[in-house]
């Protein structure tokens, strides 16, 4: 798991994840009345937390997040490894990442535009193609922008990571999860030379792009599929009744109950899991949580002040 723990006048710092965090309402002369910003916070396990192993950076296994600021937006993004690559050698947190480490450098480079989420992901995806040094492997990714003057958000979704907006009480937006068959998502990859046209690879523009306006108090939930496979809406919706007011202290301590019952459930052989859900509706007798990574990403939109 990672906490969050407030320093200085601007930042608070995930101290295990590495993750950065920074609030709208102590403002840097970057904002103006009447702009919004979102307050973040975020937990997250690792299918090999109980043996004791943390990745350094904000990795939880094989997931990997970032959350980042520039003078026009927040953004923040989650991107889960394709597991399978560690069958030929390959370490799946690297390419998640470096893919997420790239979109937080662009974002802070102000290379981006607000509007244009996906735009971050190839941009990112084409920097990994070129790097000199190869990468190889496969990633899910999920891309969230709050464009702070218009007061909108702007998401692109690829695979079955994603988002959920809350609004009293209620799920007022989420994320389409992109399947191609059962537990075979959506994704962005890199394979060597011989594998190319056989390893499954999707172009960023595939992801599901969706703009709307969001209101002051409105929460942002960003996630990979270790939290949507184990816990439907209505737990999350639970969880987020505990959540009183916008300080760090308070989301982060959400974001961490969020994700320690999603990890319980992950384990419980008895609970019949939305993932288990979904494969008897695809033909298999399956039962029980689903050992995943998990990440988890809460936001509340507040008032951005200088």
């Known amino acids: 798991m990672f906490s969050v723990l407030s320093y200085g006048r601007l930042v608070a710092r995930a101290v295990l994840g590495g993750l950065s965090q920074t609030d709208p309402r102590a403002g840097s002369g970057g904002g103006g009345g009447g702009d919004y910003g979102l307050v973040t916070a975020g937990c997250g396990f690792g299918k090999d937390f109980r043996k004791g192993l943390l990745k350094k950076g904000a990795c939880y296994g094989d997931d990997a997040c970032f959350v980042a600021r520039h003078r026009s937006a927040d953004v923040l993004g989650v991107a889960d490894g394709v597991g399978g690559w560690r069958d030929y050698g390959v370490d799946p947190s690297q390419f998640s990442g470096t893919l997420m480490r790239t979109c937080e450098r662009l974002v802070k480079e102000g290379r981006f535009v607000p509007s244009n989420p996906i735009g971050i992901l190839t941009t990112s995806y084409c920097e990994l193609l070129q790097n000199k040094v ?9 891309i969230v922008v709050l464009d702070r003057t218009s007061h909108r958000l702007h998401t692109a979704n690829l695979g079955d990571s994603g988002f959920l907006v809350v609004r009293g009480g ?33 172009s960023p523009d595939a992801a599901d792009s969706t703009s709307f ?13 270790g939290l949507f496979d184990n816990m439907p809406d209505y737990m999350i919706l639970q969880e987020l009744k505990k959540l009183k007011n916008s300080n760090y202290e308070s989301i982060q301590q959400t974001a961490r109950s969020i994700a320690e019952q999603a990890h319980e459930l992950a384990y419980d052989p008895n609970y019949m899991s939305p993932f288990a859900q979904f494969a008897c509706d ?20 507040a008032e951005y002040t200088d």
Do not use: M
């Not at 039962?287 to 990440?295: A, H, Q, S, V, Y």
């Open 134 to 142: 190869p990468l190889l492997g496969s990633s899910t990714a999920c």
């Open 282 to 301: 695809n033909g298999l007798n399956v039962r029980g949580g689903k050992p995943d990574d998990i990440t988890v990403l809460l936001s509340i939109v």
């Open 213 to 225: 306006d969001v209101q002051l108090g409105d929460i942002i939930l960003t996630a990979t599929d």
């Open 170 to 202: 209620e799920v007022v937006h989420r994320s389409d999860e992109q399947q191609h068959y059962f537990n075979t998502p959506f994704q962005l990859s890199i394979a060597p030379p011989e594998a190319e046209g056989v390893v499954l690879s999707d």
